[in-house]
Nanobody, 119 residues
Framework: QVQVVESGGGLVQAGGSLRLSCVVSGRTFSRYEMGWYRQAPGKEREFVARISMSGGSNTLYGDSVKGRFTISRDNTKNTVYLEMNSLKPEDTATYYC???????????WGQGTQVTVSS
C-alpha cells in the first residue's frame, strides 16, 4: 500500500517562498514519475508540476506556476520537493503529491499540506 506524507505548507505573505516535501513509502519510488497537484476551496484539483523518474531537468509545469515553482526529487530519500517562489494569493490551496498521472497509484490521495498566501 503506497503512502505519501506531504509537509512544508504554511502561511506566507505574497512574494514569499515555501518548500514543500513529500515522502513516499510502499513503492519503489525511483520507478515512478511524480507530480504535485493542488486544490483550492470550491475548485477542482489541478496539476502543478511533474518530474521524470530520474529527475533532473525533465520536468513539466502548469501555466500558472511556470517560472515560479521548481519540482525536484531525491530518489535516495524517496522524496519529491516543490520549491515555490514569488507566491501569489491565488496559489492558496491544499497541495498534494502523487504519481503522475495519479491513476497509476489508483487515484488515492494523502492528507496534503495547506499553503495560504496573504495579500
Amino acid at each position: 500500500q503506497v503512502q505519501v506524507v506531504e509537509s512544508g505548507g504554511g502561511l506566507v505573505q505574497a512574494g514569499g517562498s515555501l518548500r514543500l516535501s513529500c515522502v513516499v513509502s510502499g513503492r519503489t519510488f525511483s520507478r515512478y514519475e511524480m507530480g504535485w497537484y493542488r486544490q483550492a476551496p470550491g475548485k477542482e484539483r489541478e496539476f502543478v508540476a511533474r518530474i521524470s523518474m530520474s529527475g533532473g531537468s525533465n520536468t513539466l509545469y502548469g501555466d500558472s506556476v511556470k517560472g515560479r515553482f521548481t519540482i525536484s526529487r531525491d530518489n535516495t530519500k524517496n522524496t519529491v520537493y516543490l520549491e515555490m517562489n514569488s507566491l501569489k494569493p491565488e496559489d492558496t490551496a491544499t497541495y498534494y503529491c502523487n504519481s503522475h498521472p495519479p491513476i497509476v497509484w489508483g487515484n488515492r490521495w494523502g492528507q496534503g499540506t495547506q499553503v495560504t498566501v496573504s495579500s
